[in-house]
């Protein structure tokens, strides 16, 4: 069984800054990635930013520059700290972690823009 507990979300003006955090427990020994995915109603998941086990990260187009996922292995997190935030940025956020082939999700925070 994994748990994943998201915080950070919130309201910010266009250009500012919020950073999400994320932590895993459980049986997450072996994992392939973790990482960011965001939803607006109505539609499908999209990844926003990832991080391997080996610590590459991978970024959507459209928050390269502008994002960045780290981890810390000690505590099982996984941070996105999301900068010059734009309206077209608001979602709902999702935690994500893939253990040998199964996925697990947050339970998802809202992150709002305003204009």
């Known amino acids: 069984q994994v748990q994943l507990v998201e915080s950070g979300g919130g309201l910010v003006q266009a250009g500012g800054s919020l950073r999400l955090s994320c932590a895993a427990s459980g049986s997450i020994f072996g994992f392939n990635v973790m990482g960011w995915y965001r939803q607006a109603p109505g539609e499908s998941r999209e990844l926003v930013a990832g991080?391997?086990?080996?610590?590459?990260?991978m970024y959507a187009d459209s928050v390269k520059g502008r994002f960045t996922i780290s981890r810390d292995g000690a505590k099982n997190t996984v941070y996105l700290q999301m900068n010059s935030l734009r309206p077209e940025d608001t979602f709902v956020y999702y935690c994500n972690i893939k253990v040998q082939a199964r996925n697990y999700w947050g339970q998802g925070t809202q992150v709002t823009v305003s204009s």
């Open positions: 991080i391997t086990s080996g610590g590459t990260t």
